[in-house]
C-alpha cells in the first residue's frame, strides 16, 4: 500500500505540514534560506508528522495545536540528519549532496543547531508543558543514543540488549515523541497516550532494524546513499551480530573492526556474507515481532480509519525499500 493512501485520513493536513516546512525557509535571508530548503525541501516520507496527526484523531482534534508539533517533529528529525552527515562525513543523503558536502562541515553543525532551535521554538508553540518537556527529554535520549554510537564504534564487545538500547535513543525516541505527543495534545486518556507510547516505540525498533538490513541488502540509488555505511563507520548493527555470532571463523565483520586486511574487501565480503545467508530473514522477523508488538498496542484504540492507518503505516515501515 503507498503512503498517499495510508496517509489518506490526514491527507489536507499534511498539505498544511508542507507549506508550514516551506514557510520555515522562505523570508529568511537568502544564503540561509537556501540551506534550509535543501534540507527541509527534500522528498522524505514524512512519516513522523503523520504520526502526530494520525495519534491526535482519536479524541479532541486540535490542529491548532498539532500542526506546530508536526513541524517539530520532522524539524527535529532533519536537524538530526544534518548533524549525522556532518559527524560521519557522508556525501549523499536522500540522492543528493549533504550539507556537509556541499556546503562545509562548519555550516551544516551550524545549521543543524539552527534547526534544533527552531524545533523547539515549534514545540513551544503548542503551549503544552508536557509535550515540550516531552520534547527535551528526547533531544537528550537522541543525542544520548548518538553517543553511546560513537564511543562504541569498532567495538566488537557489544551486547543485543546495548543495541536495542542504542537505536532506542537515536531512532525510536522520535517516532515516540510523535505518537505520545499526538495523544496528548488530544487529550487522549492515559490508556490511549500509552498505547500510542508503546506503537510508536515498537515501530521505531522496527524501522531502525530495517534500516540496518538495509544498509547490507539495500539498492544504492532507490536508498540514495551508499551500501554498507554503518560497517564504514563501525557501527555493530543487528545484521554484523548476527554474522559475527554465525561465522565466529575468518569473519570480514571482526577483521573490519580489528583493521585486518583491506577495509573495502572486508566490506564487500560482509555485505555478500550476510545477503547469501538467511540471517536476512531471521533480521527481518526481529523486526516483524517488533511492529506485530507495535499493533497489539493499537488494539484498546476505536476501530476507525485513523487506527488502520497507523496499522498499514506499520506495515509500510516493515517491507520499505529505502
Known amino acids: 500500500m503507498s503512503l498517499g493512501t495510508i496517509y489518506e485520513p490526514i491527507r489536507e493536513d499534511l498539505v498544511k505540514v508542507e507549506d508550514g516546512l516551506r514557510s520555515v525557509y522562505q523570508g529568511s535571508p537568502s544564503w540561509l534560506s537556501e540551506l534550509l530548503a535543501h534540507s527541509l525541501g527534500s522528498s522524505g516520507k514524512r512519516v513522523r508528522p503523520a504520526l502526530v496527526l494520525l495519534s491526535g484523531r482519536f479524541c479532541s482534534y486540535n490542529l491548532s495545536r498539532l500542526l506546530p508539533m ?42 543543524g543547531d539552527y534547526l534544533l532551535a527552531k524545533a523547539e521554538e515549534l514545540a513551544a508553540a503548542t503551549e503544552n508543558l508536557p509535550v515540550v518537556r516531552l520534547f527535551a527529554r528526547t533531544i537528550m535520549n537522541i543525542a544520548s543514543g548518538e553517543l553511546r554510537q560513537s564511543f562504541d564504534a569498532f567495538r566488537l564487545e557489544q551486547t543485543r540488549q546495548q543495541y536495542l538500547e542504542r537505536i532506542s535513543g537515536k531512532t525510536a525516541s522520535l517516532l515516540c515523541l510523535a505518537t505520545e505527543s499526538g495523544a496528548i ?38 536508498m540514495g546513499k551508499p551500501v554498507g555505511s554503518d560497517l564504514a563507520e563501525g557501527t555493530l548493527t543487528l545484521p554484523a551480530m548476527l554474522l559475527l ?78
Not at 556532518?86 to 549523499?92: Q, T
Not at 571463523?249 to 586486511?261: A, I, K, S, T, Y
Request: hydrophobic share 40%.
Open 245 to 322: 555470532e554465525r561465522y565466529p571463523d575468518d569473519n570480514p565483520v571482526r577483521r573490519l573492526f580489528q583493521n585486518e586486511g583491506d577495509r573495502q574487501e572486508n566490506i564487500r565480503q560482509a555485505i555478500e556474507l550476510f545477503r547469501d545467508s538467511p540471517l536476512v530473514e531471521e533480521c527481518y522477523q526481529v523486526a516483524s515481532d517488533y511492529h506485530a508488538r507495535g499493533c497489539r498496542n493499537l488494539e484498546v484504540l476505536p476501530d476507525n480509519a485513523n487506527r488502520r492507518s497507523l496499522q498499514e503505516l506499520a506495515g509500510y515501515v516493515l517491507a520499505r525499500k529505502k
Open 70 to 111: 508536526a513541524l517539530a517533529v520532522e524539524v527535529l528529525h532533519t536537524a538530526t540528519l544534518v548533524h549525522d552527515d556532518a559527524i560521519d562525513n557522508s556525501a549523499v543523503r536522500r540522492g543528493r549532496a549533504t550539507i556537509n558536502k556541499a556546503w562545509g562541515e562548519d555550516k551544516a553543525i551550524l545549521l
Open 185 to 222: 495534545l488530544s487529550q487522549a486518556p492515559q490508556e490511549l497516550v500509552t498505547a500510542l507510547r508503546e506503537y510508536g516505540y515498537n515501530l521505531g525498533i522496527a524501522f531502525q532494524i530495517v534500516d540496518d538490513i538495509l544498509d547490507f541488502i539495500g539498492d544504492e540509488v532507490e
